[in-house]
C-alpha cells in the first residue's frame, strides 16, 4: 500500500501519528531526530513507518521524495491490516 508521508525532521523525538492535509492529500505525519543531511532523515523515516506498522525495515520502501518533506512510501504487509493502522494513525495525535 502507498501512503503519502509528512516530514518533520530535527524533532525532539520520533513519532509516527497525525494528518497533515496538503496540496497532494492527507499525509501521515513522521517526525525524525536525524536532521535532513546526507538522507539521514529518510533512512530514520524509513525506520520509524516500518515500526509503526509492524513490519520490516525492508518492507517498507522510499518511491518518491527522497530530498523533499513529503514523501511516498510503500508498506508491504497485509493490506487490511496496513489500511487499519494507517487509519489509527492519522487520527493519532502524537505530536
Do not use: H, W
Not at 13 to 34: I, K, N, Q
Request: cysteine-free.
Amino acid at each position: 500500500m502507498r501512503i503519502l508521508l509528512r516530514i518533520n525532521p530535527g524533532a525532539s523525538r520520533t513519532s509516527v501519528g497525525g494528518r497533515y492535509d496538503g496540496p497532494a492529500g492527507p499525509a501521515l505525519v513522521v517526525a525524525v531526530v536525524a536532521r535532513a543531511v546526507e538522507g539521514q532523515a529518510t533512512r530514520a523515516v524509513l525506520q520509524a513507518v516500518a515500526a509503526a506498522f509492524g513490519v520490516r525495515r525492508s518492507a517498507v520502501t522510499l518511491v518518491r521524495g527522497s530530498t523533499s518533506r513529503d514523501k511516498l512510501v510503500e508498506v508491504e504487509g497485509e493490506g487490511s491490516e496496513i489500511q487499519a493502522r494507517l487509519e489509527r494513525l492519522l487520527r493519532s495525535n502524537v505530536r
